[in-house]
């Protein structure tokens, strides 16, 4: 196998970025820039994990700063956004739970990479 296809599929070099936030909603104009900011998210490449919470899977640590980059350049005037980056080994120790019923964690989509 190539070395450096290898290092691409590393698990601890590819990362998931997740964006979590909370935004005011009361005015019309505050529901549009939180629409705009989730629309954004998903224009991305971004998929919802919660209402509140989007997460991106990235084959390195530098596409994840393009990512990164992206999304801060979308942050909204008013609100609360944190941005956490994990390596895709980190992420699939995760535990998720529907009620008390253990469910399956979602398998990366897959990105198509140009050359």
């Not at 980190?90 to 253990?102: P, Y």
């Amino acid at each position: 196998m190539d070395q450096n296809r290898f290092e691409r599929l590393n698990q601890y070099r590819s990362m998931w970025v997740l964006v979590f936030f909370d935004l005011p909603t009361e005015t019309l104009t505050e529901r549009k820039y939180a629409a705009k900011f989730r629309k954004d998210l998903l224009n991305d490449g971004f998929a919802m994990f919660q209402f509140s919470i989007y997460m991106r899977f990235c084959a390195s640590r530098e596409n994840a700063a393009v990512h990164i980059k992206r999304v801060k350049g979308a942050l909204p005037k008013k609100g609360k956004v944190a941005i956490m980056q994990i390596t895709d080994k980190q992420f699939g120790m995760i535990e998720l739970f529907h009620g008390q019923k253990e469910m399956e964690p979602v398998p990366p989509s897959q990105q198509l990479e140009l050359f």
